[in-house]
């Protein structure tokens, strides 16, 4: 839960609330389609409605956060651009109140593989530049403090990276230019801190929460 790694939750909550009454909906490291954090406060019968008739494959707003990093009205997005359907999905949020809102977006897919996400909705009216300022503000509070209650160092990540590609540990220790017996080490302590049972387990967890991205190797240097 988001609120467990970023103490300043409850007041950016209350913030993004103020800021789009009808609701906000937060992913941050989303892979294949399952995400390490997610917050929505939009109303239950459309989460139910968008979730039900898998909604998400034409969104034109969903759409645009997987393509783009950066932030947009949703009246600036090119709704024909997409799916016949999705000029359909965004009628049918209209009828939830969810008239005017805006997305902000963080793709690190060549990175991890994973996507960050921020939508906010109002019924009444579009939202100023201010409001927008602000709204991504708090989406870069939240991505840097979900980054920063990470566990594990660039130099654990690129270990578990390697094992997660077949590596042995010879050869890992030679890119770290340590001893094998360090790289063991430094696995028990990885295993410590993500509550795995094995290294292969460690791999899993780290895989799942976006930590790391298994990028088959292309050949030997």
């Not at 389609?33 to 998400?56: F, G």
């Not at 950066?70 to 009246?75: D, E, K, L």
Request: aromatic share 8%; net charge negative; proline share 5%.
């Amino acid at each position: 839960m988001v609120w467990t790694v970023v103490p300043e939750m409850t007041h950016l909550d209350a913030r993004l609330r103020a800021i789009a009454p009808v609701g906000y909906s937060l992913v941050i490291h989303v892979r294949s389609l399952t995400p390490e954090y997610y917050v929505s406060t939009y109303p239950e019968r459309w989460v139910e409605t968008y979730t039900e008739r898998q909604y998400a494959m034409f969104d034109p707003v969903n759409l645009w956060a997987r393509t783009h990093s950066g932030r947009v009205r949703w009246s600036d997005i090119e709704v024909d651009n997409y799916s016949p359907a999705s000029k359909l999905i965004m009628d049918r949020a209209r009828e939830y109140g969810l008239n005017y809102g805006c997305g902000v977006s963080r793709s690190r897919i060549e990175e991890y593989g994973t996507l960050s996400c921020l939508f906010c909705a109002r019924e009444d009216r579009e939202l100023t530049d201010g409001e927008l300022d602000e709204v991504e503000g708090i989406f870069n509070q939240l991505l840097a403090a979900v980054e920063a209650a990470r566990p594990l160092s660039d130099i654990e990540r690129a270990l578990l990276s390697d094992l997660a590609n077949g590596l042995p540990y010879k050869e890992i220790a030679h890119r770290q230019g340590v001893s094998t017996e360090t790289i063991k080490k430094r696995l028990e302590r990885i295993r410590d801190l993500l509550g795995a049972r094995n290294s292969v387990q460690a791999v899993a967890i780290a895989t799942k929460r976006g930590l790391i991205l298994n990028q088959p190797a292309s050949g030997p240097e």
